[in-house]
């Protein structure tokens, strides 16, 4: 059974850190990072491949850092320099075993909230 885990979320003054954690089962090593405001769409934040590449939204580049732990099968997103527009609820994303199939998976959210 696939289980995506995230965690870190938390509330935090402008110019503050986080670092999200998500923890996965039957999932392969690599995955993103997308959040959602509310109101408005789910947007992408941050990617990492299989091979350690990594890519970003514009919006967050310089800022936050992905990365990944294959033996403790957790990617994390380092968050620096928060600001009040980074506000959403982030979300993990990884290609995980469902049902016997490799099918794109989401954990269940971890909520960030950044005061001015």
């Known amino acids: 059974q696939v289980q995506l885990v995230e965690s870190g979320g938390d509330s935090v003054q402008a110019g503050g850190s986080l670092r999200l954690s998500c923890v996965a089962t039957s999932c392969q090593s690599y995955g993103s990072w997308y959040r959602q405001a509310p109101m408005k769409e789910r947007e992408f934040v941050s990617h990492i491949d299989s091979g350690g590449r990594t890519t970003y939204a514009d919006s967050v580049k310089g800022r936050f850092t992905i990365s990944r732990d294959d033996a403790e099968k957790t990617l994390y997103l380092q968050m620096n320099s928060l600001s009040p527009e980074d506000t959403a609820m982030y979300y993990c994303?990884?290609?995980?075993?469902?049902?016997?199939?490799?099918?794109?998976?989401w954990g269940q959210g971890t909520q960030v909230t950044v005061s001015s």
């Open positions: 994303s990884r290609v995980c075993v469902v049902r016997g199939l490799w099918q794109n998976s």
